[in-house]
């Protein structure tokens, strides 16, 4: 059994279908309840996911390996694959290239009075002036009230998430998106990985009741109990013809794909947008989260540096807060959950403005 946790854009659809096609693996996508009858209720409990997967290896009498890509976050899935010993891991990208390819793909489902493209939000932006705005520019800036909302989750669930695997997860367990959709060797460690603590799921299963296991006599048509039945060993080579199929696959998320690197995306955002991103770091530990993703390779602008340092960085912060209302409740609501679940705060010192901005 193995779980390969993500928030999102980083080729995790990909990733399972190319395990699917391995003959000792099945891999689910998405998936948080694996019902046995479709009128089953669908639960999203990770324990209760944790032993469906477990059934479904009883039941294919060990000839697989099964595991999901996913679904749920690394915190809340993590605990159950270790009580059973299972193979985890996380799927890491630049958080930049990663929410500009979240953004875009979320813009498609936004409802609002006026639909609009991330170019065409990034363009009013770039156009208008929060504190100086005229009536038409305005109305175009309220127009993009959901996507800033939408900017600042995605950057925070991003970040958070991010932050929690670098602290709680030893090397192996951290997949890097740039190399693993790119480079044959890479994603054969990353395989055997998942394989290995597949094989340690298995030395720690319990095949009860002990003889329950039938099997057809071979002196006559009779069914009797196999007191010797053991598993069998999934084959689970990530061989060069193997790794030959994978990555004639299609491209990567081309429907996401940016060719830009990182910091070119970061410097076609709005200044308002860049600020987000920054606040959002901020709420996430700040100058620690960036050292956290400079060890790991990834570089982030200067700009974020200097907007934690900034002081007017807040204040900048909570104009655009006035300015967007489902903005502040986004902020409301991340604050109330975090103490709610005793989880660090989001420190910008926003909660108890944000509260009476909202009439709480």
Known sequence: MFYISTVGSTASLWFTRVLSLHPGIACFHGARSISAARDDPSHNEPHLFVQ??????????????????HGFVS?????????????????????????????????????????????????????????????AEADGLRNCEFYVAKFFSLCHATISEDMWNFDNLHGQQLFRYEKFTSDPNYFRR?????????????????????????????????IQRNLDWQPAEPAAECSDEYLAVVFNQGVVNAKASDPRSAHEIFADWPDQFKLIFAMALRS????????????????????????????????????????????????????????????PHLGLGLWTRAKKWLGR
């Open 52 to 69: 469906q997967l477990s059934r479904l290896y009883l039941l294919a009498d060990g000839c697989k390996y099964f595991g999901a890509v």
């Open 75 to 135: 915190r809340v899935i993590k605990p159950e694959i270790d009580a059973v010993h299972g193979g985890f891991a996380a799927m890491c990208r630049h958080p930049i290239t990663r929410v500009n390819s979240l953004l875009h793909r979320e813009a498609q489902h936004i409802q609002s009075s006026e639909p609009l493209t991330v170019a065409e939000v990034f363009r009013i932006f770039r156009m208008s002036s929060i504190d100086k705005a005229d009536a």
């Open 190 to 222: 990353c395989f055997e990985h998942l394989v290995a603590g597949s094989r340690a799921y298995t030395t720690h299963v319990e095949w009860r009741p002990a003889g329950s296991r039938l099997k057809q006599s071979a002196e006559d048509s009779t």
């Open 284 to 343: 996430c530990g700040g100058l620690a989260a960036l050292r956290h993703y400079a060890d790991f390779g990834y570089e982030l602008p200067e700009y974020c540096a200097m907007m934690l340092h900034e002081a007017s960085a807040e204040n900048s912060f909570e104009r655009l807060l006035a300015a967007f209302p489902a903005l502040q409740r986004v902020v409301a609501q991340l604050e109330q959950r975090s103490l709610e679940s005793r989880l």
